[in-house]
């Protein structure tokens, strides 16, 4: 929850910086994704574990969707290659957490990991 929140807090910094071209098209639509999985990811840690893989299955959807955008952002110099990298290492990083996160709701929800 709190690299989300901090992924959020530099995201948000930079978001202001945004070419207006960009800044309302990609740069809203990050913002929401980013807003969306904060949400989810706290949805998520107070489930039961039996309901938590939806949430976190969702979360890592709109993380990979907001490598893309983020690719993008740098590929039209809309962001500088330090803002992309900072952005890129937290946003993976949290991919890599939710994905170990999935990893073992998978083996505690499936049958043979009972």
């Keep these: 929850m709190q690299k989300t929140k901090d992924l959020y807090l530099l995201w948000y910094g930079y978001y202001k910086s945004l070419p207006k071209e960009h800044r309302y098209t990609l740069g809203g639509k990050i913002d929401i994704l980013l807003t969306e999985i904060i949400e989810a990811v706290s949805s998520a840690s107070f489930l039961v ?14 993380t990979d ?40 709701l998978t083996k505690q929800n499936s049958p043979i990991g009972k």
């Design 65 to 104: 969707a907001i490598k893309i955008f983020l690719l993008i952002l740098w590929e039209t110099k809309s962001f500088d290659n330090k803002k992309y990298l900072a952005l890129t290492g937290k946003i993976n990083e949290i991919g890599r957490m939710l994905g170990g996160w999935n990893g073992q």
């Design 49 to 62: 574990r039996e309901e938590k893989q939806p949430y976190i299955k969702m979360a890592i959807r709109k």
